[in-house]
């Protein structure tokens, strides 16, 4: 495989990945990790952050592992001898990357903090599309596949042991007693979880021909304990999203690789449909609430599904500056103020909360501006027209090319709705199937520079990698221990000893926003209890300083109760122009 790689390769999935640039074990170990364990962890009460911290250390670091010994690799050997190169996809991409990565000089930063940690997650979804484009093959896509498949109904016996209040927990499921949701911490992201798996398995479904009987029955059985958990969680962007890719896989399938797979296509559709009827019988109350939901929808269009004041607010949010964008990750810290003004030009609308657009591109576009935007849209156009021109031509690629398209089409359909992109231990598997689709789908808008030409950029490139990810797991490293430090400040009894573990953990960039807004409650409460009014106001004036940079629902609440207590007027005026519920009455002898 030294040949080189245009921007629209023919090359098809190989048996075997490429070890020139790493050894094939050892990759396909790693993105084994980083791809199908993340979502059956979770931090726990040793830490202060006791979901998504481990989630990111098992996604992310071997990603980052593996990018440091490639561009190392690469940065010593060279392109040649390492058969390195990249797309034209990866090319586009790549200005993306540098796009983003400058836009805080003309758009400004609220959170610095949020940059940073949106950046490496952007930065590894890259990361591991160059990587995969040429190191993975097609044992080690199966091998992922069935993991991804076992992993979903192991996490389907979690939600199930979750919604049964007379069970205990055991420590490794997520103590939510009453919520469908495993170990993922939220339900919609779990729904997706479980559409990967399930058009993971039904890929492996239409493959099994070679497989054995006992292997033929063991995936029917995980794939139907998949299909009822993803019908259990109710979500319909889930449920919708898992429809979409099958769609799309079922099309490919019939047409470029004959109707012998009809029979294959409708087993998989009849055992869903089976699953929906047991689900119904036995599962009654959930199923309940999924039609509900789905009455909603047609009594109320126009709502779109109670999205409507979002993105208004996400519209509003672009408006206000479409050229420079709000910078990458401050999406979340501009929602209040942008909702304040969406309010006032549609007052009819419903005011609510919340971190994201439930639409990925329109939250992207209000991030990084139209010029982001558009090459955002201008990468999944490029994909688009290159697999529907493969499905219209009947070509004859590797199935593991239709599986990347379909899972692609899968993300498209859920990140209309919901937030994909923003839960990396799901959103790897964009790139992987980016990867699989590309490097035998995508038509050829210019040739990407072969190995021999590349030699002192791709040096360049694989130095820079190299220390990109070197950067990157000190930050994380440091974050890690800096919310160690969050929850050994929150246990002390010792106010003195709080004091000294918040100090410790502001001088830990990643965590520094949360440490300083922590520390700000920790001596609201210290000044309280002592009846210290300096301690209380140290509190204060630092919290307000934390809402200024990160304005949120909750320190919205908590400063405009305070500002009502102190019979500030100004201030309490000032909060209570955001909207939202209402935390007190101002006293009557103010005069307002």
């Given at each position: 495989?030294?040949?080189?790689?245009?921007?629209?390769?023919?090359?098809?999935?190989?048996?075997?990945?490429?070890?020139?640039?790493?050894?094939?074990?050892?990759?396909?170990?790693?993105?084994?990790?980083?791809?199908?364990?993340?979502?059956?962890?979770?931090?726990?009460?040793?830490?202060?952050?006791?979901?998504?911290?481990?989630?990111?250390?098992?996604?992310?670091?071997?990603?980052?592992?593996?990018?440091?010994?490639?561009?190392?690799?690469?940065?010593?050997?060279?392109?040649?001898?390492?058969?390195?190169?990249?797309?034209?996809?990866?090319?586009?991409?790549?200005?993306?990357?540098?796009?983003?990565?400058?836009?805080?000089?003309?758009?400004?930063?609220?959170?610095?903090?949020?940059?940073?940690?949106?950046?490496?997650?952007f930065a590894s979804l890259w990361l591991v599309y160059i990587l995969t484009s040429r190191l993975a093959g097609r044992r080690l896509l199966r091998a992922l596949f069935w993991g991804c498949l076992v992993n979903c109904a192991v996490s389907v016996v979690f939600a199930e042991l979750q919604v049964r209040e007379t069970v205990n927990l055991p420590f490794f499921i997520l103590p939510t007693p009453g919520h469908y949701i495993a170990n993922t911490g939220q339900q919609n992201m779990f729904a997706l979880w479980l559409s990967l798996g399930g058009l993971n398995g039904t890929f492996l479904f239409f493959s099994s021909e070679k497989n054995g009987k006992i292997t033929r029955a063991l995936l029917t059985m995980l794939l139907a304990v998949t299909f009822w958990g993803l019908i259990s969680t109710t979500s319909r962007s889930g449920i919708l999203a898992f429809f979409t890719g099958f769609a799309v896989l079922s099309c490919y399938y019939l047409r470029n690789l004959g109707r012998k797979n009809l029979g294959k296509v409708l087993a998989v559709a009849a055992l869903f449909c089976a699953v929906l009827g047991v689900n119904l019988v036995l599962n009654e109350g959930r199923w309940g609430i999924l039609m509900h939901k789905m009455d909603d929808v047609l009594k109320n269009p126009l709502s779109i599904a109670n999205r409507d004041s979002i993105w208004a607010t996400s519209w509003t949010m672009y408006a206000a500056r479409p050229l420079r964008g709000v910078g990458l990750g401050q999406y979340k810290w501009h929602y209040l103020d942008s909702q304040r003004e969406m309010l006032k030009r549609w007052p009819r609308m419903k005011w609510q909360y919340t971190h994201w657009a439930h639409n990925e591109f329109l939250q992207w576009f209000a991030e990084t501006g139209t010029v982001g935007g558009l090459l955002m849209v201008f990468l999944w156009g490029w994909?688009?027209?290159?697999?529907?021109?493969?499905?219209?031509?009947?070509?004859?690629?590797?199935?593991?090319?239709?599986?990347?398209?379909?899972?692609?089409?899968?993300?498209?359909?859920?990140?209309?709705?919901?937030?994909?992109?923003?839960?990396?231990?799901?959103?790897?598997?964009?790139?992987l199937a980016f990867a699989a689709a590309n490097r035998e789908m995508l038509h050829p808008l210019f040739d990407a520079p072969p190995p021999e030409d590349f030699q002192k950029g791709g040096r360049l490139l694989g130095g820079v990698m190299a220390a990109v990810c070197l950067i990157g797991l000190v930050y994380f490293g440091s974050g890690v221990w800096g919310d160690r430090m969050l929850r050994l400040a929150s246990d002390a009894d010792d106010p003195a000893v709080s004091e000294q573990f918040f100090s410790r953990?502001?001088?830990?960039?990643?965590?520094?926003?949360?440490?300083?807004?922590?520390?700000?409650?920790?001596?609201?409460?210290?000044?309280?209890?002592?009846?210290?009014?300096?301690?209380?106001?140290?509190?204060?004036?630092?919290?307000?300083?934390?809402?200024?940079?990160?304005?949120?629902?909750?320190?919205?609440?908590?400063?405009?109760?305070?500002?009502r207590r102190l019979e500030n007027v100004p201030l309490y005026d000032e909060f209570s122009s955001y909207g939202g519920p209402v935390s007190g009455q101002p006293p009557e002898k103010w005069e307002r």
């Open positions: 495989m030294n040949e080189s790689l245009k921007s629209g390769s023919s090359l098809s999935t190989p048996e075997e990945p490429d070890s020139l640039l790493l050894h094939g074990f050892f990759f396909s170990l790693v993105l084994f990790v980083s791809l199908v364990l993340p979502n059956l962890v979770f931090s726990g009460p040793y830490f202060y952050s006791t979901l998504h911290l481990m989630k990111w250390a098992v996604a992310l670091v071997p990603v980052a592992l593996c990018g440091l010994l490639a561009g190392l690799s690469v940065a010593a050997r060279g392109t040649v001898r390492t058969a390195f190169s990249i797309d034209g996809f990866a090319v586009i991409w790549l200005l993306l990357l540098l796009y983003v990565t400058a836009q805080p000089f003309w758009s400004g930063l609220r959170s610095p903090e949020t940059f940073f940690q949106e950046w490496f997650f994909w688009a027209i290159s697999a529907f021109s493969a499905f219209l031509r009947k070509k004859i690629h590797s199935p593991e090319a239709y599986w990347g398209s379909a899972m692609v089409a899968l993300f498209l359909f859920n990140a209309l709705w919901t937030r994909p992109f923003h839960r990396i231990e799901n959103v790897l598997w964009l790139s953990a502001l001088s830990a960039p990643m965590v520094r926003d949360l440490a300083e807004k922590e520390r700000a409650y920790f001596l609201i409460s210290l000044g309280q209890e002592r009846k210290d009014p300096e301690i209380v106001s140290e509190g204060l004036n630092s919290l307000m300083a934390c809402f200024g940079r990160q304005p949120h629902v909750r320190e919205l609440n908590y400063l405009k109760e305070w500002s």
